[in-house]
């Protein structure tokens, strides 16, 4: 059996992360949900600055990285933002002093999600970034993101987005989304701020006639009045086009964005669990069935969670049957824009995905 590692982050006001052996073995069968908590042993803590994000980077596959988006807001001195890789993953698990963090930028404001980018783009390695955030203090923030690649060989910030002001993104997610061989970025933007809801736009944005290297691409929005942040696409009913599962974290709502009849329509799965926050489409019950996993962001204990919903056949009339995952999660740091829990992600505890899965 092998036991899989977690990176945990602590938050953006801290400055450490830890790696962690930490999980819960999850199992479902109609409505029955037995959940275990396994032990938790920590294996080391990485100090770095304000971590908020951390993605794995399995560009290559027997020696992957880690990244890390870093963002603070400072009242008395200069904001801190950052991006940064930490290489040569399995010997840092095993010695975490052995960690170096390479810088890849500090000028993008508020980045969130990262993701490392094939070298079939652009001839080398390169990590996209979906970056901004409302003003959290009035008059000091640029709260106007933008989606934008890190050349691993240049560290040049190249902007594949026109600026939109007030939106900002938290993901982007690199696929065929239309199923006909062109390939771009799926992403979420929204304007909206935990006093107002505004609006918010599905965005597919892929290389325009003139080459994958004229900036910025082209920006085809497939649906508007939706999803703001967080998703996850698959093809489950089989039609040759992914369907978007997603959050609407300022509506409160989970959705399915979907392909029918022409147009990209929507669907609401769920709209009684809070902010929902992150969501991924996961095989949970090591059965290769597809779950969505799925956390929300709220202040009050009793009502934060995280949740699994089974995936109907019919993803337009089904029923998303809902299970919860584990609930009361406290959240620890006081203050404005504090919620638990943040992003859920599911693991096996066997090379060949025949266990349980974990979370």
């Given at each position: 059996m092998q036991v899989p590692f977690l990176i945990t982050c602590?938050?953006?006001?801290?400055?450490?992360?830890t790696v962690t052996c930490q999980a819960s073995e999850v199992s479902y069968s109609g409505n029955t949900l037995p959940v275990k908590e396994l032990s938790v042993n920590e294996?080391?803590?990485?100090?770095?600055?304000?971590?908020?994000?951390?993605?794995?980077d399995n560009s290559q596959v027997d020696n992957p990285a880690l990244l890390v988006s870093s963002f603070s807001v400072n009242l008395f001195?200069?904001?801190?933002h950052s991006v940064s890789r930490i290489a040569d993953l399995p010997n840092v698990i095993?010695?975490?002093?052995?960690?170096?963090?390479?810088?890849?930028?500090?000028s993008l404001v508020w980045p969130n999600q990262t993701q490392a980018v094939s070298s079939d783009l652009f001839g080398n390695k390169s990590t996209v970034v979906a970056n901004g955030f409302f003003d959290v203090i009035p008059f000091k923030h640029n709260s106007t993101g933008s989606l934008s690649l890190i050349p691993d060989a240049t560290h040049q910030i190249l902007k594949l987005t026109k600026d939109k002001k007030g939106y900002y993104y938290h993901k982007a997610q690199?696929?065929?989304l239309h199923g006909d061989g062109q390939f771009g970025f799926l992403t979420?933007?929204?304007?909206?701020?935990?006093k107002k809801t505004k609006s918010a736009e599905l965005v597919f944005i892929n290389p325009t006639d003139k080459g994958a290297d004229v900036f910025p691409w082209h920006e085809e929005v497939i649906y508007k009045g939706g999803p703001d942040v967080g998703f996850d696409v698959a093809d489950l009913d089989h039609d040759g086009v992914y369907e978007i599962y997603a959050s609407e974290f300022f509506k409160e709502s989970l959705a399915v964005v979907h392909y029918s009849k022409g147009i990209w329509q929507q669907r609401v799965i769920d709209s009684t669990i809070g902010r929902v926050f992150d969501v991924e489409v996961t095989s949970l019950n090591g059965n290769g069935d597809k779950a969505l996993l799925v956390t929300n962001h709220v202040n009050k204990t009793n009502k934060s969670a995280v949740f699994a919903y089974e995936i109907p056949n019919d993803i337009v009339q089904g029923t998303f049957i809902k299970h919860t995952l584990w609930s009361d999660i406290k959240t620890v740091k006081k203050g404005f824009?504090?919620?638990?829990p943040g992003k859920a992600m599911s693991v096996s505890i066997s090379e060949d995905n025949t266990k349980k899965g974990c979370v």
């Open positions: 602590v938050c953006f006001a801290s400055s450490v992360f294996l080391g803590i990485i100090k770095t600055t304000n971590p908020a994000f951390l993605t794995l001195s200069k904001d801190k095993k010695k975490t002093s052995l960690a170096n963090i390479e810088a890849l930028d500090n690199w696929v065929d979420a933007r929204t304007n909206s701020t935990p824009g504090q919620a638990s």
